[in-house]
């Protein structure tokens, strides 16, 4: 897998995925960090809450999605622009931003791992 450098820099070794990191290789701020996982500020940028299971859950699913489509992409920065804009038809043309924002994270790995065993969008 080409972007496992991409899941050692953001996965700590306490296997928490670090905010601050994340922004940085998605050349992104904390603000918009928060923004596109439909989080809080507070919750990117406050220790205590990025340690929290439901903000670990909605930045691990970011990851994962990510990293799924860097494969294919080519590269992280293209998979993240993927991530923001690319409408899927599956589901009404939204984002997987925007499926992330609403809690379908697992929708959207579905839907990749279709594609991934050769099936139709």
């Keep these: 897998m080409i972007t496992t450098g991409f899941l050692h820099q953001v996965i700590s070794d306490d296997g928490f995925i670090v905010a601050n990191t994340l922004a940085k290789l ?9 923004e596109v996982t439909g989080l809080s500020r507070d919750s990117v940028s406050k220790s205590a809450r990025c340690k929290s299971r439901s903000t670990q859950a909605r930045l691990r699913d970011t990851v ?6 860097a494969e294919w992409s080519g590269g992280v920065g293209r998979a993240f622009a ?20 609403e809690g379908r994270a697992e929708a959207v790995k579905a839907y990749l791992a ?6 139709y969008a």
């Design 26 to 34: 998605l050349h992104i701020t904390q603000n918009d960090l928060a």
């Design 64 to 69: 994962e999605i990510i990293n799924r489509v």
């Design 82 to 101: 993927w991530f923001r804009s690319q409408p899927l038809p599956s589901f009404g043309d939204k984002t997987a931003e925007d499926l992330v924002k």
């Design 114 to 119: 279709r594609i991934a065993d050769g099936g």
